[in-house]
Structure formats: structure tokens, C-alpha cells
């Protein structure tokens, strides 16, 4: 058996043949998977009965390093567009799945983030169901680039959309902010920092399941990934044209977060996350909200940060504890290590 | 002008480098010791030492009896104002929620 | 953490606000006729505009955006020279983050690294250090900014580097220092500061001392502070006490860290290392003497200058850009003809607006919300 990926796995032949069969398939095993064609198929009046709109989305995945704590890449792109469908109201359904390996890959890695990818699909209920395979020469890519598309159906009682925000919703978030950020960079051990931080990366249909089926009725619901709470706060401010007001001293921070931000001088509302969303809801529903969320496992520092006000337009500020406010911008670049 | 975080060092780990880990807010790191070890502070006298730590490097000791004191001094303002604030009214025109900030 | 979250009280904070405003009202100024008070480092800018105190203080107080960030005043030919270093084939160019984005003549070391020189982000010049162990056959350069704070750890590493007799390893310096700064500052008739807020970290490393002879020659308070909220407010009440009783004296507030005599190691490591220069650039101040550090001699196998041909040409600053005023505090960010226009975050043409410690760059982000508020014409 090859012990790693070769030109000959992406040349359409029968080693890639194999490939697919031994190594991917039996990654994903679902039963659309197993028909022999070039695309999976729905039926579109079965979809019909779980609601009146497809959720469509799409992310690449080039994450590095490919394993870290609390998660790996595979982990990464089922759960990260499983996110961006769940936000919608939709049920995620259907993913697929385009692989770009680098020449000289380790299958074990492969297997490895392919059975990681597996796993997260089945414990969030999605299958994966179409894909694609290519190889390129060794430097061309970084061992390995996922991206998936994902499927869901709205429900035709779910109208969630920025613009409808309305003065005094509440804004919520589910939890510690900028876990991923800091434990990627930490594992990439350039800046040789030892800590316990771990990704939050996580699906959180669960959560949002919990929250529709207690009749919230979000405004607004993002989740909050590169750019972290600012770069989502500000899109949100923008879309809905209204000021978004932000108390700082309300937003849960885990102590290593502080502690790393500290030492390099990053602010933790800039950083990454993978397992937490952004929501604004009518001001009446704020402390349901809050109770369904913190219930959850993946809501137990939930917590009421902001509300939102007419003026000024589209912009967000942050109220500290000192009773000074200043403006939340989004960053430019991102965060780099500074020492002044 | 110059990022600086107090940090307790937790172990010295070479002696002739002069290097030794750090602790700031549960995250570790080695950092160099050498701005403050000389003849009268041993490397050993580090650990247990809260420091300044600044681009990886430990710059100088914190005064735990100076911290208190000023926190001390904090406090007595503190008081000293609400007497004054008890007396004459105050007129600062910081601003509730939305209002009118300069 | 500790040593931090309890100079962060905000109750404590109130009460200080509110010792400032008695103060401020029994020394008769007003919007009309402020004290104006200069932060000279970045990272009480960074304070003032992360905790929203400038916005808190009484109309009586001006504060002034001082030069203290190393990035700030980086001229425009330091970047190209880093540029000429770092686009040499052999090279990697370590550098903190905070110089990836300052604008050289024609681009910046993001855009460099984006078109393929090997330029890395490090936390501390140690990891240049190791870098250097590491890769044997490749020439691994740190460019050394800052001031007197960050300068020793440069110093302590280049001498680590020669003891261990590494060939490969190479310091681009342009370190500053504070006190000639301060002095061309002081003698700018341009500028009319009443008092000073003094460097914490600065100072932690070259004590009171050298501040004394500019207090008493111009006749204005200085009061080095820490870093947290409570640091810099208390700092404000011991300048006005000062005022109050027409004192003026270098007063140390950031007592836990600065002891006055300074850190006898890191000075000894900067003599050992480094001589002034006989004069240096500052992006928006000109040249001022004696205010940069150049490697001695006997260390120049570690000298990047001397290994590499450097342009090393004076480029102007670009003509619309103002920085040296806002720098002096002769106008305020947003008089600056192209703020907010021509010169963003994401198009920055001076420095001041490149760097988060920068008084432009920390007025766009956070301090715009008070004019967004105010009648249109203040700007």
C-alpha cells in the first residue's frame, strides 16, 4: 500500500480509483456516497417539507498547523460550514468535499484528518456527499487545502437578516472569546509560548436548534470567525445601519486568552474563533436567550454584551468599565506581535 | 513606547544563559533573566520573583511593597474625594448612554 | 492578572477623574485656556484611547500625542534599508510586527515579504538568536527599533551572539533614545507644552536622572507613569498638585517598576554595545542630534550596516503628510490636511497612522466617536 500520496493518486487512473474507494469513501460511508456518479441527488419535494429555502455556502480550509488543540483541519471544514448554514435557521444537510493534496502527503495524515472529517459529520447529523480529488507537484501547496459546500433547508418561519435589526435588540454571544485565534498561533510555536488554550472549534446547529425551538426569534445571528467579534459587529452595524453599543466589561475572555493578548499585544475581540456566534435579538427575548444558551454545553458563558441604538449610523462602540466610549473599528491586517 | 507585562518567574532553567520560564496569566514562556541577576542577585533569588517582562525579556524586578503603597495612596484619594464630592457639587458633563461626550 | 487588573479599577478611576476636575477648576483653565500635557510614549496613547480616558477628562486638559513610538518616527530611509537588507537573497529579516506595515519610498516589508523576501515576525530578538543556531548557512538580520526599553534586549543579544561566535547573526539598529527627543522638543518654540507624562518603561531602564537638567532648564513638570488606567490618572493629579504649588520636579509615580537609578545591567549592556550617533532621522521631526545608536566597532562583524551595502539616503516625508506636527502637538490629528481622506488604516501615508500606538491611528479608530457627535466644523 502507498505511505504516501504520489502524481500517480491524482492522474485519474486506477491508483486514484483507489484512493477514493479505500480512503475517502470509507472516511464518509453514507449511502448517497455509494452511488457511482458524478454528483449526489436530492429530491427537491422531499427538501420541500423541511422549508421554503436552500442555504448554500462554501469555505476553504488551509489551516497551519493541521492538527492543534482542540481540533485539526478536517474537524475544521465540516464544522466551519456546518456554522455558517446553521446561522441562516437552516438544518444542514448535505456537504461536499474537494481535497488539493500535496505531493508526498503521509496517507496516515490523510486518513487521519479524513476520519476527523468523518466523525464530525456524522455527530452533527450532515453527510458528506460529492467530492473531488487533485494532486499537485510537492511546494505547490501546503500538504493539504480542504474546501467544502454545504446544503441546508430554511425553514419558512426563519427570516434571519442583518438589515431587519432593530433599536434595543439585544446583542448575545455564546461564549469565551478568541480561543482558536490564540491556539493556533501558539501552535505554530514560532512565538514558543506553552499553554492549556484550545480551539473552540465546534457545530453549532445544536445550540441554534435550542434557541428556535424556545421561539426566539433572532434579528440577526453570525458566526465569528477571521476578524473575530469586531470585524462581525461592524458587518452587522453596517448591514442594519444602526449603532451597535458594546459594554467590554461583559464580554467573557478565558484568563490564558487575557494572559497571551497581554504578552503580544492583541486585543482578544480581533481574534478567531470556531465555535461561537454573534445575535441580536428583540430586547424582551434577551434573558430567554441567555438561559437556553448558557444550558448548553456549547453556551455556558453566554452573556448579554450590547445592545443596539439609532445613532450614529453603522458604526460600534465599545463602553469600557472606566465609563469611557470609543469607537470598535475592524482591523486592517491582521494582529502581528507588537512591542509598543 | 514599550509593551511591558508583569509576569512571576516559576523556574530558572539555565543557569549559564541565564534563562528561565515565566508565568503571565496562566500562559508560560522562556525568558532571559540577565537584566536582573548580578553579584548582589543570585539566579537563584528569581523564582517566586514577579517581573517586567518586555520582547522575551525579564527587564526589572517588581517592588510588591511599592505596588501596595500606591494602591494604598489609590485608595486614600479615593476617600479624600468622595469627602470633597460631598461637599460641592460636582459638574462633570460625562455623558449617560448616548449623550453629549466632548 | 495580577500587578494588572487592580491599576484597572474603574471605581477608583471615577474618583481620580473627579480629583482632576476639582484640581483642574482651581487652577482657572477651561476649553478656551487648557493645560496641555504631553504623552510622550505611545503606550500611554494606547491607554488614554483603549480606556476612552481622553474623552473623561475636563475640558481644562489638552493632552498632547508625543513621539514615544518607535514606529511612529521610523523614517522612511530606515524602511528602504531594511527593504535593501531583507530583499538580500541569503537574508532572513526578523523583525517585530509592529514595522511590517510603516511605508518605505516605494512599499513596505508586508509588501516585500508578499513578493517573496523571507521577512519573519518575532516576539523577542532571542528568537532571532535561535534562528540564527539553527540555520548555519543563511545570514539571519534583526532590525532593532525602539528606544531605550527594547534597546538592551538587542544589545544583551548581540553579545550573546558574539560570545557564542556566530557569524551568521546581524543587528540592524536604529534604536533611539529619549532625552535629545525631548530636548529638540523642548527647544521647538513651535511647541507650548505645560508638562510632561514620562515614559514608565523608558525610565525603568535609564532612571531619573537624565530627565533632571531639561526640568529645571525649561521649567516643566515631568511625572513618569506606569501603563494602566490608574497609573496615568494618578500621574495627571501629581502633575496638577505640582502646578497647584508651582513646583517642578521629576516625580516617579510608576514606583513598583521604576526604581530612580534606573537598571545598572541594561545601561552597562547599552554602553557596552552602543555609541549615539551623531545624529539621527525622525520621520516628521527632522535630524536631531545624538538621539540615535550606532554599534560599536569592535562589534561590527555583527553590524548589519557594515555587512550590507545600505542606500542609508534621507528621504523626505511625503509632502501632504503632517506627522511632525501632530507629533509636536502643534495640531491635532484631524487637522491634518489628508487624515481621514488620503491617509486611512488602510492607506496610511505617515507613520502615525501605520502604527496603533500612533495618535492618528488611535484617533481614526477610537476617538472619531467624539466628533461623529460634535458639530461638524471642529474638523
Redesign the interface.
Known amino acids: 500500500r502507498d505511505t504516501v500520496i504520489t502524481q500517480a493518486h491524482g492522474g485519474g487512473g486506477k491508483a486514484m480509483r483507489d484512493l477514493i474507494d479505500d480512503v475517502i469513501r470509507s472516511a464518509f460511508d453514507n449511502p448517497n456516497l455509494q452511488i457511482q456518479e458524478d454528483q449526489a441527488r436530492f429530491s427537491l419535494a422531499e427538501m420541500a417539507l423541511h422549508g421554503d429555502r436552500l442555504a448554500f455556502t462554501t469555505d476553504g480550509y488551509v489551516v497551519s498547523p493541521l492538527f492543534f488543540p482542540g481540533g485539526d483541519i478536517g474537524k475544521l471544514a465540516v464544522n466551519g460550514t456546518i456554522n455558517d448554514l446553521a446561522v441562516s435557521g437552516a438544518r444542514p444537510l448535505y456537504l461536499s468535499c474537494s481535497l488539493i493534496l500535496e505531493e508526498g502527503l503521509p496517507m496516515d495524515t490523510l486518513r487521519e484528518i479524513l476520519a476527523s472529517m468523518g466523525q464530525a459529520a456524522r455527530q452533527a447529523g450532515v453527510q458528506i456527499v460529492t467530492g473531488d480529488t487533485k494532486v499537485v507537484p510537492r511546494g505547490a501547496a501546503d500538504k493539504i487545502f480542504i474546501s467544502t459546500a454545504g446544503i441546508g433547508v430554511i425553514p419558512a418561519s426563519q427570516q434571519i437578516a442583518a438589515h431587519q435589526l432593530q433599536p434595543n435588540d439585544a446583542i448575545l454571544i455564546n461564549g469565551y472569546l478568541g480561543d482558536h485565534g490564540a491556539a493556533i498561533l501558539i501552535a505554530r510555536g514560532e512565538l514558543q509560548l506553552e499553554t492549556t488554550i484550545e480551539s473552540d472549534c465546534a457545530p453549532l446547529h445544536g445550540l441554534i436548534a435550542a434557541l428556535l425551538d424556545a421561539k426566539i426569534t433572532p434579528r440577526a445571528m453570525r458566526d465569528l470567525t477571521r476578524g473575530g467579534l469586531a470585524a462581525t459587529l461592524n458587518e452587522i452595524a453596517q448591514a442594519s445601519n444602526l449603532h451597535i453599543a458594546i459594554d467590554a466589561t461583559k464580554i467573557p475572555i478565558r484568563p490564558e486568552v487575557q494572559g497571551f493578548c497581554e504578552i503580544l499585544g492583541f486585543d482578544p475581540i480581533h481574534l478567531a474563533n470556531e465555535g461561537k456566534l454573534a445575535l441580536a435579538v428583540p430586547a424582551e427575548q434577551a434573558q430567554t436567550a441567555l438561559a437556553v444558551m448558557r444550558a448548553h454545553p456549547l453556551g455556558q458563558h453566554a452573556a448579554i454584551i450590547g445592545s443596539c441604538r439609532p445613532e450614529p449610523k453603522g458604526i460600534v462602540t465599545l463602553q469600557n468599565g472606566f465609563g469611557g466610549e470609543r469607537i470598535l473599528a475592524m482591523l486592517v491586517g491582521e494582529q502581528l506581535p507588537r512591542i509598543c | 513606547m514599550c509593551l511591558g507585562i508583569p509576569g512571576q518567574i516559576i523556574q530558572v532553567t539555565d543557569t549559564a544563559r541565564k534563562l528561565g520560564i515565566v508565568e503571565i496569566g496562566g500562559v508560560r514562556r522562556t525568558i532571559n533573566l540577565a537584566c536582573i541577576v548580578d553579584q548582589d542577585h543570585a539566579i537563584g533569588t528569581c523564582v517566586g520573583a514577579w517581573v517586567l517582562v518586555h520582547v522575551g525579556f525579564a527587564m526589572n524586578r517588581i517592588d510588591p511593597q511599592e505596588a501596595q503603597r500606591t494602591l494604598d495612596l489609590l485608595r486614600e484619594m479615593g476617600d479624600l474625594q468622595k469627602e470633597i464630592a460631598s461637599i460641592e457639587p460636582t459638574d462633570t458633563k460625562t455623558s449617560e448612554g448616548t449623550g453629549e461626550i466632548r | ?4 487588573d ?3 479599577d ?10 482632576i ?2 484640581q483642574v477648576r482651581v487652577l482657572g483653565r477651561d476649553a478656551q485656556h487648557p493645560l496641555k500635557i504631553m504623552e ?4 500611554h496613547t494606547h491607554t488614554l ?5 481622553e ?2 477628562l ?2 481644562g486638559i489638552e493632552m498632547v500625542h508625543g513621539p ?4 511612529c518616527v521610523l523614517p522612511v530611509g530606515c524602511v528602504d534599508d531594511a527593504i535593501a537588507i531583507a530583499t538580500q537573497p541569503n537574508v532572513i529579516f526578523t523583525t ?3 514595522t ?2 510603516v511605508p518605505g519610498s516605494q512599499k513596505s516589508l ?1 509588501q516585500c515579504k508578499a513578493e517573496g523576501a523571507d521577512i ?8 532571532a538568536l535561535a534562528l540564527a543556531r539553527q540555520s548555519p548557512d543563511r545570514d539571519v538580520v534583526f532590525f532593532g ?3 531605550e ?2 534597546a ?2 538587542a544589545a ?1 543579544t548581540l553579545l ?1 551572539a558574539h560570545e557564542e561566535g556566530l557569524s551568521n547573526f546581524f543587528l540592524f539598529s536604529t534604536h533611539i533614545t529619549i532625552i535629545p527627543t525631548l530636548q529638540a522638543l523642548l527647544d521647538d518654540p513651535l511647541l507650548q507644552i505645560d508638562g510632561f507624562i514620562g ?4 525610565t ?2 535609564i532612571g531619573l536622572e537624565p530627565y533632571l537638567a531639561l526640568c529645571e532648564t525649561h521649567h516643566k513638570p515631568i511625572v513618569i507613569s506606569g ?1 494602566e ?2 497609573d496615568l490618572l ?1 500621574s495627571l ?1 501629581m502633575l496638577l498638585e505640582q502646578f497647584q504649588t508651582g513646583r517642578c520636579t521629576v516625580e516617579n ?1 510608576y ?5 530612580n537609578s534606573g ?4 545601561q552597562q ?1 547599552l554602553e557596552k554595545v552602543f555609541l549615539p550617533r551623531e545624529c539621527f532621522e525622525w520621520r516628521g521631526l527632522g535630524s536631531i542630534p545624538n538621539s540615535g545608536l550606532q554599534i560599536r566597532p569592535e562589534y561590527a562583524h555583527l553590524d548589519a550596516e557594515k555587512r550590507f551595502l545600505l542606500p542609508s539616503r534621507s528621504v523626505p516625508d511625503p509632502k501632504a503628510c503632517q506627522c511632525g506636527e501632530v507629533l509636536k502637538g502643534a495640531i491635532k490629528p484631524w487637522q491634518c490636511k489628508v487624515f481621514g481622506t488620503a491617509c486611512t ?2 492607506t496610511p501615508i505617515g507613520a502615525c497612522m501605520v ?3 500612533g495618535a492618528c491611528a488611535a484617533y ?7 466628533t ?3 458639530l461638524p466644523q471642529e474638523r
Request: glycine share 10%.
Open positions: 492578572m495580577r500587578y494588572v487592580e491599576f484597572r474603574p471605581v477608583t478611576g471615577q474618583q481620580l477623574l473627579q480629583q476636575t476639582h510622550v510614549c505611545g503606550g484611547f483603549k480606556f476612552g480616558i474623552s473623561m475636563p475640558e514615544g513610538c518607535p514606529v517585530y510586527g509592529d511590517l506595515r508586508l519573519r515576525t518575532v516576539y523577542s530578538p532571542s528568537d527599533i525602539g528606544f526599553t527594547t538592551p534586549s544583551l550573546q515614559p514608565g518603561h523608558v525603568m531602564v501603563f488606567p490608574l494618578q493629579v509615580q514606583k513598583r517598576v521604576v526604581q537598571n545598572r545591567i541594561a549592556a488604516p488602510e502604527s496603533s500606538e481614526y479608530n477610537y476617538g472619531r466617536l467624539a461623529t457627535r460634535t
